[in-house]
Antibody
């Protein structure tokens, strides 16, 4: 069974750094793109970026380029999303997703709620 | 960037009735379109990909149609568990993937 298990909720202050994780299991982690999707409170879904763990090829949405860093450690089948300096506007639910063969998101993690507040 | 526009924003439907949701792309995405369902407090789940192919385990009452710029998700007979928010997503312009704003299907 394919599973994406994300790290737990975080509460941070503006300016702090953060790295959240997503561990894949039940499939070949290095053979599928893994992505991140943001959902701000009460809002829709926004694609942030994707990484191919096999060779670490990474692509970002223009809206998120330079704002976050996506990485992966294939030795432990885990993808990461990190911020160097959080803002209140980063408060959102973040979902880890696996991309199907052509670009749809076939499996979703349970979500990680990030709250940034002073 | 390809902009995806969903309509209506909210659809009020009685259980057992048919629901028809629309998704329009700002330029052709061929059949490279997916639909997702999100219930309150849950992660979205894939319903349809390739505009009309149901994902594994999705009931036959869900069907997708369309190509190019106009797409439709139809729920033939709404069940109580179908009241949720539905999103479309294009992947024709990979890796620039974009979602529509969503349609909330609520109980009439």
């Amino acid at each position: 069974e394919v599973q994406l298990v994300q790290s737990g909720a975080e509460v941070k202050k503006p300016g702090e750094s953060l790295k959240i994780s997503c561990k894949g299991s039940g499939y070949s982690f290095t053979s599928y793109w893994i992505g991140w999707v943001r959902q701000m409170p009460g809002k829709g879904l926004e694609w942030m970026g994707i990484i191919y763990p096999g060779d670490s090829d990474t692509r970002y949405s223009p809206s998120f380029q330079g704002q976050v860093t996506i990485s992966a450690d294939k030795s432990i089948s885990t993808a990461y999303l990190q911020w160097s300096s959080l803002k209140a506007s980063d408060t959102a639910m973040y979902y880890c997703v696996r991309l199907g063969s052509s670009g749809w998101f076939d499996y979703w993690g349970q979500g990680t709620l990030v709250t940034v507040s002073s | 960037e390809i902009v995806m526009t969903q309509s209506p924003a909210t659809l009020s439907v009685s259980p057992g009735e048919r629901a028809t949701l629309s998704c329009r792309a700002s330029q052709s995405v061929s059949s490279n379109l997916a639909w997702y369902q999100q219930k309150p407090g849950q992660a979205p789940r894939l319903l349809i990909y390739g505009a009309s192919t149901r994902a594994t385990g999705i009931p036959a009452r869900f069907s997708g149609s369309g190509s190019g710029t106009e797409f439709t998700l139809t729920i033939s007979s709404l069940q109580s568990e179908d009241f949720a928010v539905y999103y479309c997503q294009q992947y024709n312009n990979w890796p620039a993937l974009t979602f529509g704003g969503g349609t909330k299907v609520e109980i009439k």
